[in-house]
Each structure stands twice: as C-alpha cells, then as structure tokens.
C-alpha cells in the first residue's frame, strides 16, 4: 500500500436532498433495529459527518473539504454563476475550507426538500469548485464522495465528458447509495424501482470508467468500514545528517563520511487527553467605597476591565443552556473555561527550630497553604512569612541525596558533540537484545539527490546482510546536543537497501534484578532438599508443559488456501483499544445532542477480536487445565468485602484487596477435638528446656524448619505463650519422634484465646496492643497493621462500657502515633486522628474519650510539618494547627 501524503487534500461532499431522502427507516439492511428513527438523509449524512470529523480530529489545515447538496430550493453554483443558466437545485452548501464543530452543525441542519435535482450536475459543479479553488495546486489530492438513494432521475448524456474530466484531474471518486446493492456487504434490495435499478447500473459504469481508484458501495458497508480501526500510513519528512565511519579528524584517509537521509520507520500513537473545565466566576468590577478614591477605583476598573478581555481571548467558552428559573422566563447562559495550569514560587522566611538554612527554602507548585482561623492572610491568601519570588530570580538545582547542586546556567556544561551517525563497531546479530530496543525506529537512506551516497549505503547494508551483523553507533541531532546510543540493522527489501536505527539504553539506564532459584532450594542448615512445598514435582512440570503446548496459538488462526491453519494472532491487525474506543465516543458525542438517549454504539468488532482466546485452543486446552488444577489443588481464592462506612460509600476494590494467609479468621474449637491455637501452631515445651520456652511446631512445615530456633512466630503464638507463662507448671508432653509431633493430650499447655479477629484484620480486638507490635516487628505489613489497629480503636472507643479500656486505648494511641511518625505513615495518622474527633463528638459517640485525648495534649495531636521533616517525611498540617486540634 503506497503511502498517502498526510493532508493536502481537498475532498468534495455532494450530497442528495430530493425528496426520496426524506424517507423513514427503524432498520438497517441487515434488520438490525436502529437506536432511533431517522430518515434516509440522516442515515447517509453519517458518513459524511464521520469523514468530517477525521479531519477536525486531525487538526490539518491542509486537510479541507466542501459540501455540494442538489435537489434545493434555490441554485448557487460557481457554473450557474458563470453561465448564467443550467445546473439547476445544486447549491455549494458549504464552501472549501478546513472543516470544524460549524460544519457539523450546519450538517445536522439539512433537511429533505420538494424537489429533486441531477446528481451528475452536482458532480460536474463539484469537480470545477474544486480545480476552481486548487488553481495550480497539483500535488493536492482530490477526493469526490456522492451520498444518494438513486431515485433521482440523471441526464446521462454528459457521462463520457464527465469521466474524462475526472480522469485528467485524478480525482478519486467514492459512491455510496443508501441501500444499494452489495455482493460484499452482501445485501440486495427487494421491491426495488425501475428507476433506481437503472440509476445504480449507471453509477457502476460511472466507476468502471475511472481510472483512479474509485468505488461504489452500500452506505451500511461504509459506515461499518469507517469506523474500523485502521493505522494510517503516511509520508515522514527526510531529515539530512551525516554518517560516519572512522576517525573523519584524525585519519581522513582511512575513514568514510556519507551524507544520509533519516525518517521514521514507526511513531508512537497515544490516546487523545482530555481537558478540564471549569464554571467561570463572575468577576465583580466594582469596589468597595471609603478604602480608595475616584481615581484608584476608575485606574482598577480599567485594570479588571483589560484582564477580563484578555481572559475572554484566551479562553475557549463552551456554552450550556440551563433550564430556566422560576424567577426568570429565559434560560441562563452558563460559561465554561480551560482550566491553565498556573505555577508560583514562594521563599518561607519563617523562623524555624532548624540550623539548616537551606530548609527554608523550597518551591510550591500550584497549592497555596491554607490559612489558620483568626490568622491574618497576604496576598493570594498566603500566610505572613512566605515571599512571593519571580521565576527569574531563581536557579536550578539537582538533587543530589539529600541535597541540592546549584546550577546557574540552568544545565551542566555539555559535551563538545557534533552533528551525525557515528559507527562505533560491529556484531553479530545473535547477540542483539532485543528487549532493550527503546522508542521509535527511523529510516536511515542515501541521499536521494547523490546516487554515489545511494551506493555506499547499500554497500553497507548488503555487507551487513550477508555477516548477519549489526553496527553500535552514536547519534547525535544537532551540535553541542546530547548524544544517544543504539544500533544499526541491515534492512534488504523490494530493490531497496537502507538501515534502520533503534535507540538502546547506556549501562546506568538497565537494572538487573535478580530473583532466587525455582528448583534449588537450601535449608538453613546448608541441605540441598530434594523434595518441598515450592519445588515442583514431575507430575507437576509434565501437567504444566501439557498446558502449555495445549495453548498454542500458531496454529489456531483460520485456514489459508491449502487448508492450513495459520497463527491466530497478528500484529497489524491488533489495535490500540483506548485510542480507537476513545475517538468513537468522541466522535458520537460531537453528532449527538443526548447521550441518554443515543448512548456510544458498541466497540467494533476488529477491536474485539483478540479479547478473547480462540475456541479451538480452548477445547484442546480443557483436559490439560483440568490436570493443572488436580496437580496443583487449584482453589479459588474468596474475594475481600468491602468495608461499608456509615455514610454509605464503599471503597474501591484494590489489587492487593485479595485475602492474605494472616487474614482468614480461624474456625472455632469443636468440642473434644485436639487444642491447638488459632494459627494452627502447636505449642510445646520441650523435656530438655528446664525454663519451660515455648516452641513453635507446624505440622505442614518442612523437616528444615522444625528444628530452627530464633525464628518469627505468628501473633497467636506470641499470645499463646504468654497465656501458657501465666499458668501453674505442667508435666512436658511426650517426646516426639522422627520430628512429628505426638497426639496433644486433652488438656492443652496453653488456654484457648481468642484474639477477636475481624475477617481480613491482622490486630485482634483482644490485644490489640501486642498483635500490633508483633506485626511491626515483622516488617512487612506496616500500612496493614497501622489501618487495623486505627479501626480497632475506633470500635472500642465507640462501644458501651468503653470507660473500662480507655488507658489501653490510649497506650494503642501513643504506640500507633510513633510507629507512624517513624515508618512514613503520617497521612495514615492525621486522617485517622480527625475520623475519630468526629465519630467521638457526634452522637452517640463518647465525648469523655475526646476529653482525655484533649488532656493528654500536643504529644497525641496531629504530626506537623516541622515533626515529619525531622523524620525524614513530609505532612500539610501546620505547628499551630495541631496545636488547636487539641485545644
């Protein structure tokens, strides 16, 4: 497929509004009913107002088009003007420009008329609009599209010039008829007049003789195929450098330079962003009289008076009719602006506790602090201390650690580069990761205008091609630039021999991370295990490489010619679905006044199509899943509840909301079974440990960790040998044998407690303190235990009789505030904090609570700023205003 030169095109609608069009449709061909009922103008006009939007989307001056419409009630044409007759009912509805949101709307506009016109005059005044307007343009493409149901009688004499006189101006003509028949739709239309029939024989012999590509198709076809994702390929602009090999300064006479072309092979495509708007203030002009005279309050009337026009400039107002209020009988206009991002730099001159003079200053970004209550506000409500600094008055800085490098110049000095390709060696393809490849890649050509530069790359490429190697080069756009590394490939195709560039990261850029072994797995003791939990066992690999080569998709696509079955999935007929679903809904809400009721059509099917796993790879997959999931006891995980809060709003479900192993609350005692702590941890007391230290023996761990000592026990285990250390002496049970441990007899060691776990809550309710410092310890759930403990507290706060806790709560309060003052959950505290003081001060919440909180005073507050930067963290509340939260 050539490319097509992006823009420079003029594309001329023309388009039937006779009397036929004003006819009613539900359906469309196929029978499948139509959101709403619309007429066979309103049908046809999709397709033109989705062509449209193409170019408004692109945003290309270059990219123009005009509207012809025959059968009107009045002629204006450019023939009709200058012959002074003929060409009658054919109106330039809308003249050739680049089109915009107007032309839509003048579309929406049209409407059938009473009288019907000759469509091969429309085309005939079409055509001359166009060269009238392209003059001398010839390397503009010209395009001609005609919507029409065919019902329309045609003077068919002018047929043989007219097709001439496309074919001398190469001009690309597309036909869609409004329920014509199509073999490739397929559809065929019964009940159809002689005069259509004749009409759509006319069309196909009109196509036939064209010379340029031209088609004539059913308008259900061409809605469908307009709206198929498709990747437009288009010319990029030839950029001159120079590429070289060897040393060009130092030894010219063993080194070569080439002048080259570059371009790109490949761009990256993202999805349209959207913008944020915002009601617009009404600005008040006026000014309070007694605080300036006549002559301030005129010089800041003009002054507001200029920046409002300004603002109008700048602004794009989109404008929404309201419905009207009682008071008033007309509706009210309500304007909407562009939100600007806006940034501002302050210096803090506070007096702080700090010796680090550097601390003071720092820059804010578009967030002004919020001023206290009775706190006297500067300008921009700023707080007194904080000075507003121009831009220019500043330098940049580069962190470094903790610190900032000061750099005057805005950037380090850069390297002395120069402009071009450098080759700094070869290697074997083999050898290439690909994997690293970075960003887009670029055509590297010989200069068209030099075919002796056209021979020096191709000798590269061809010597390349044949040592199956690549080249390291250095790329550098402009002088004085930054440089980039990548490599060069041979690229061999259609006669054509050129290079292509891809940019690959320096060393620093590349982590490495590296990951413990899969089937290697050594004890504490330094033994090899052969046999574990992780390590898999042959039953296992053989069931997982049954699945695998069970799910092989190169040979689950659909079968060629020869009735072979080729790969299911390919990467030019894969599309990006946020960028194509996106331009739908933009484009339908551009046509579309209700939303409610002509919600966005279903995504195309092309966008559908690798979503889901091919049937066939399914069917032949099922046995191998079911042995998957026999081999390793596959089960399905429940999923976590979300908490319900008391104003009604749920939260969101995260990805790490699944229930964890500590979070599964575990099933009550039966009566007469073994004892045996929550987690399912046997406690023991071991013959030869005369002291009575309790032991940790899990019955599903490995043998490596029954005898390990000094290693992290659960926090029902911690609870149960404090339980056990509160109990009168008790005989040692029997021995164990060959690291099993015996039957436990009756009567535990250890008293059954329960800890009054929440499901999905590691702190229990019970002691809460204590399963709180035993998770800290771990380390690894920090957040976790921070956000139960907060809402353990809440709970007993807020149930009756809760006077009888309060000393532990507060103990609770102290612990949680250092925890997360120390491990950076400062947000976590603060929010915690004020949920509380407003569950405590409402009803019936416990005020007595609040009151010993406010008693304890400052150390129990909010974490200031001052705290969390002498922490390492960061916090928004302010020294004063943690000081009034405990007032």
């Given amino acids: 497929m050539p490319a097509e030169r992006a823009g420079y095109t003029v594309t001329m609608f023309v388009v039937d509004i006779g009397p036929s069009m004003a006819k009613l449709r539900t359906h469309d061909p196929e029978g499948n009913e139509l959101l709403q009922e619309m007429t066979n103008l309103q049908w046809g006009l999709q397709f033109v107002k989705l062509k449209i939007q193409e170019m408004i989307f692109n945003g290309r001056k270059t990219d123009q088009c005009g509207v012809i419409v025959f059968g009107a009630d009045k002629t204006r044409n450019i023939l009709h003007k200058r012959m002074k007759e003929g060409y009658e009912r054919v109106l330039e509805y809308i003249p050739i420009g680049q089109p915009n949101s107007g032309t839509l709307a003048k579309l929406d506009a049209l409407e059938p008329s009473d009288e019907a016109g000759d469509p091969l005059d429309a085309v005939i005044v079409a055509i001359e609009t166009q060269d009238d307007h392209l003059g001398s343009k010839k390397t503009w493409t010209r395009k001609l599209v005609l919507v029409t149901d065919g019902e329309n009688p045609i003077e068919v004499d002018d047929l043989p010039a007219t097709i001439s006189r496309i074919n001398k101006l190469d001009i690309g003509m597309t036909i869609v ?95 349209k962003s959207f913008k944020k708007f915002a009601e617009r203030e009404v600005l008040e002009k006026g000014l309070k009289k007694g605080k300036k005279g006549k002559k301030d309050e005129d010089e800041d009337k003009d002054e507001t008076e200029d920046e409002d026009d ?44 700090s010796d680090d003079e550097g601390d003071d200053v720092k820059m804010e970004e578009d967030v002004e602090p919020e001023p206290e209550e009775d706190e006297q506000v500067g300008p921009r409500g700023m707080k007194p201390g904080f000075e507003e600094v121009a831009k220019e008055e500043l330098i940049r800085g580069f962190k470094y650690g903790t610190t900032y490098v000061p750099c005057p110049d805005g950037q380090f000095n850069r ?141 689950a696509g659909e079968k060629d010619e020869e009735g072979n079955r080729g790969p299911w999935f390919d990467t030019r007929m894969s599309y990006n679905p946020a960028i194509h679903r996106i331009k739908q809904a933009q484009f339908h809400a551009a046509v579309v006044s209700d939303l409610n009721k002509n919600p966005v059509p279903p995504p195309h099917p092309e966008i559908l199509k690798y979503f889901e796993p091919p049937k066939r790879a399914l069917k ?10 026999t081999e390793f006891k596959v089960k399905q995980v429940p999923k976590k509840v979300a908490r319900q809060r008391k104003d009604g709003h749920v939260h969101a479900r995260d990805d790490g909301d699944d229930m964890l192993l500590l979070d599964a609350k575990p099933a009550p005692k039966r009566p007469g079974a ?92 019970a002691r809460p303190l204590d399963d709180f410092k035993t998770n800290i ?24 009789f809760a006077n009888r806790r309060k000393d532990e709560m507060l103990e609770c309060m102290e612990t949680l505030r250092d925890t997360c003052l120390k491990e950076d959950e400062i947000d976590a505290w603060n929010s915690f904090m004020k949920d509380l003081r407003d569950q405590c001060l409402s009803e019936p919440g416990n005020k007595q609570f609040w009151s010993l909180i406010k008693e304890t005073g400052r150390k129990i507050s909010l974490i200031s700023a001052e705290e969390a930067e002498e922490n390492g963290g960061s916090s928004s509340i302010s020294e004063s205003k943690a000081e009034k939260f405990v007032a």
Avoid at 211 to 218: A, F, H
Avoid at 491 to 499: F, Q, S, T, W
Avoid at 682 to 689: F, G, K, W, Y
């Fill in 177 to 271: 008829g409004i329920d014509f028949d199509d073999e490739e739709y397929p559809y065929e239309e019964e009940d159809k007049s002689h005069v259509k029939a004749e009409n759509e024989k006319f069309y196909l012999e009109l196509v036939e003789g064209l010379e340029t590509n031209s088609i004539l198709g059913t308008c259900a076809l061409a809605l469908r195929e307009t709206v198929r994702p498709d990747i437009k390929i288009t010319k990029s602009v030839l950029m001159g450098t120079t590429l070289r090999l060897g040393d060009t300064d130092c030894r010219p006479e063993e080194a070569l330079e080439i002048n080259i072309k570059t371009s790109k092979c490949t761009a990256l495509n993202r999805p």
């Fill in 777 to 800: 310890a771990r380390g690894d759930m920090v957040s976790k235990a921070v956000e139960d403990l907060g809402a353990v507290v809440t709970e007993i706060v807020l149930r009756p």
């Fill in 415 to 555: 390297l002395p580069t120069k402009k071009g390709i450098d080759i700094c060696g070869f290697f074997l393809a083999k050898n290439f990761r690909r994997e690293l490849s970075l960003g887009e890649i670029q055509y590297v050509w010989g200069d068209p205008a030099q075919p002796e530069q056209q021979v020096a790359i191709s000798s590269i490429a061809q010597a390349m091609y044949e040592k199956n190697a690549m080249a390291i080069a250095r790329w550098v756009t402009k002088d004085g630039m930054d440089a980039k590394m990548g490599v060069l490939a041979p690229c061999i195709a259609d006669g054509i021999d050129c290079l292509l560039w891809s940019q690959m990261p320096f060393a620093d850029d590349v982590r490495k991370y590296t990951f413990a072994s899969l089937d290697n797995l050594i004890s504490k003791k330094g033994e090899v295990l052969k046999e574990h939990a992780y390590i898999p066992t042959e039953a296992q690999l053989e069931a997982m490489d049954n699945f695998v080569d069970a799910m092989d998709l190169m040979d």
């Fill in 620 to 629: 032949r997959a099922r046995d191998a899943i079911e042995e998957v999931k």
């Fill in 310 to 353: 300004e603002k109008e400039k700048e602004n794009d107002d989109m404008d929404v009719d309201e419905e009207p209020k009682p008071t008033q009988g007309k509706p009210e206009k309500i304007n909407y602006s562009q939100l600007k991002m806006r940034t501002e730099y302050y210096v803090d001159r506070r007096d702080r506790n």
């Fill in 674 to 765: 073994a004892s045996q702590s929550q987690s399912q941890v046997n406690v023991t007391v071991s013959s030869a440990d005369k002291k009575g230290k309790a032991k940790a023996v899990n019955s599903d761990d490995s043998a490596t960790e029954d005898d390990s000592e000094g290693e992290d026990l659960l926090a029902s285990t911690a609870v149960a040998m404090k339980a056990k250390k509160a109990t009168p002496a008790t005989p040692a049970p029997p021995p164990k044998r060959n690291h099993n441990p015996l039957p436990t007899p009756a009567r535990s060691l250890s008293p059954e407690f329960d800890r009054g776990l929440a499901p999905g809550r590691i702190i229990g309710n």
